[in-house]
């Protein structure tokens, strides 16, 4: 078991044995990937956690933030620049749940929109897109989502730009698999992100990362916000 004690703790009150094993092995599989990248085992990253609730690595320069939605999980890691990262399916009732995530623009432009699919698609976009945000700047779900207004179109090349809390934050973006986005959120602007995928090890609870594999990113210490994505399936 890669896992401490909290995390234990918090796998066990899973109802769902599925639900369960994919946060030990998304969480396993952050242990993997952080613990080579400040040099040390798995089981011995120690995390912390700041006044706002999100977690971070004492004594480190490191900036990591985890998110997993089914059978995948997506870990963003930086050097010196607060990151946060969000993946989603896309529901099957979208024109349901957007009144509950989107702001009163963003929700006009929304049921303009003339099919199903584009609205499901749009309201992705927007819900990842808030909750990579909120996840960098560590309030999480804490803040009403309709509170705030990103947009749902499809973002130029360049990604957008969101001013929260004093600060800047950029956001890019991604697709995962058919039906399903992310966006990752930087305090800084990413420049190119790095997308890596990672072959799996079988474990008791099944697949995992396998962890970090050759050269950083950039050649030297800092790591420009990079993404690692892995279906973490317990079959």
Same mark, same amino acid.
């Given at each position: 078991?890669?896992?401490?004690?909290?995390?234990? %703790?918090?796998?066990?009150?899973?109802?769902?044995?599925?639900?369960?094993?994919?946060?030990?092995?998304?969480?396993?599989?952050?242990?993997?990937?952080?613990? +080579? /990248?400040?040099?040390?085992?798995?089981?011995?990253?120690?995390?912390?956690? /700041?006044?706002?609730?999100?977690? $971070?690595?004492?004594?480190?320069?490191?900036? $990591?933030?985890?998110?997993?939605?089914?059978?995948? /999980?997506?870990?963003?890691?930086?050097?010196?620049?607060?990151?946060?990262?969000?993946?989603?399916?896309?529901?099957?009732? +979208?024109?349901?749940? %957007?009144?509950?995530?989107?702001?009163?623009?963003?929700?006009?432009?929304?049921?303009? !929109?003339?099919?199903?699919?584009?609205?499901?698609?749009? =309201?992705?976009? /927007?819900?990842?897109?808030?909750?990579?945000?909120?996840?960098?700047?560590?309030?999480? @779900?804490?803040?009403?989502?309709?509170?705030?207004?990103?947009?749902?179109?499809?973002?130029?090349?360049?990604?957008?730009?969101?001013?929260?809390?004093?600060?800047?934050?950029?956001?890019?973006?991604?697709?995962?698999?058919?039906?399903? @986005?992310?966006? @990752?959120?930087?305090?800084?602007?990413?420049?190119?992100?790095?997308?890596?995928?990672?072959?799996?090890?079988? @474990?008791?609870?099944?697949?995992? =990362?396998?962890? !970090?594999?050759?050269?950083?990113?950039?050649?030297?210490?800092?790591?420009?916000?990079?993404?690692?994505?892995?279906?973490?399936?317990?079959?």
């Amino acid at each position: 078991m890669l896992l401490d004690a909290a995390e234990t %703790a918090r796998a066990s009150r899973f109802y769902r044995e599925a639900d369960r094993n994919r946060y030990v092995l998304a969480h396993a599989a952050c242990r993997r990937i952080l613990g +080579a /990248a400040i040099g040390c085992r798995p089981i011995d990253v120690v995390f912390s956690t /700041a006044a706002d609730g999100k977690p $971070f690595l004492p004594g480190s320069l490191l900036r $990591f933030n985890l998110s997993h939605s089914g059978e995948h /999980a997506a870990l963003a890691i930086s050097t010196g620049c607060e990151v946060g990262v969000d993946i989603e399916t896309s529901p099957p009732e +979208a024109d349901r749940i %957007a009144p509950l995530v989107l702001s009163d623009a963003e929700l006009s432009a929304y049921f303009l !929109l003339p099919s199903p699919p584009a609205r499901a698609a749009a =309201f992705l976009r /927007a819900w990842t897109r808030k909750e990579a945000v909120l996840k960098g700047v560590g309030c999480g @779900l804490r803040r009403d989502l309709r509170s705030l207004t990103i947009g749902i179109e499809r973002a130029a090349d360049g990604g957008l730009t969101v001013e929260l809390d004093g600060g800047v934050w950029h956001l890019s973006d991604f697709a995962m698999e058919q039906e399903m @986005l992310g966006c @990752l959120a930087t305090a800084e602007h990413p420049g190119q992100i790095i997308f890596r995928r990672f072959g799996v090890d079988r @474990l008791e609870h099944g697949k995992v =990362f396998s962890g !970090l594999s050759g050269e950083g990113t950039d050649g030297k210490d800092a790591v420009r916000p990079t993404l690692y994505e892995q279906p973490t399936c317990s079959t």
